[in-house]
């Protein structure tokens, strides 16, 4: 066991704080935050690790750029049962303004996934939520045309599953609320499309550097 805990606490908080404009690094410290109280030295050096990246990529980070163009795109993505100690996947999505990274996440999901088409699915309900809220801030900021957002994955199945507003045994487990993502179809909030796997950017959210 890694006794200074209060300071690996610390680090990680720091972090945390640092993925608002450092989106590479999100899906290392969403692993190294989920051993705040139980972690072990070699928790310690992967905190540590991460912050020689970052001394040593000082550089790099969001930029803004200036545009008219306020269309949405959403990329999403999932591992599959990657953690070793739950089975549980991790979900990783980010969404532009134009050409601008302007939200992102990488978290673990809260329950386990029986396929990788049943991860992915979960991803998409994530990034749909996300994709709402989005909305409407814009509105409240008075930017229309935006409807519908291009919601991007890689797992044809997913998309499938999505567009077939027909519940199938196979998918019935799923909980309802990850349905929210044909409900947006339906209302024309959202668009599913595919993206090839080497074209989707959100693949550095759910697997390390």
């Known amino acids: 066991m890694y006794e200074d805990t209060s300071g690996y606490q610390r680090l990680v908080g720091r972090l945390i704080y640092l993925t608002i404009t450092r989106p590479d690094i999100s899906y290392a410290v969403q692993l190294v935050s989920q051993f705040m109280h139980a972690l072990k030295q070699s928790h310690m050096d992967a905190a540590l690790r991460i912050l020689r990246y970052l001394k040593r990529e000082p550089g790099l980070g969001i930029l803004m750029h200036s545009s008219n163009n306020f269309n949405l795109t959403a990329y999403c993505d999932s591992n599959w049962a990657t953690c070793p100690m739950t089975s549980k996947s991790i979900t990783g999505y980010c969404i532009k303004l134009g050409d601008s990274l302007i939200s992102w996440k990488s978290k673990r999901q809260a329950t386990v996934s029986r396929s990788s088409a049943e ?54 487990h799923i909980e309802i609320d990850c349905h929210l993502v044909r409900e947006k179809i339906q209302q024309g909030v959202v668009k599913t499309e595919y993206v090839a796997t080497h074209e989707q950017p959100t693949d550095i959210l759910t697997k390390g550097l």
């Open 119 to 172: 991860a992915e699915y979960r991803a998409m309900g994530a990034t749909t939520c996300e994709v709402v809220w989005i909305l409407g801030l814009l509105a409240d900021l008075d930017v229309k045309g935006v409807e519908p957002v291009s919601l991007r994955g890689d797992n044809k199945a997913a998309l499938h599953i999505a567009a077939n507003p027909i519940y199938h045994e196979r998918t019935k």
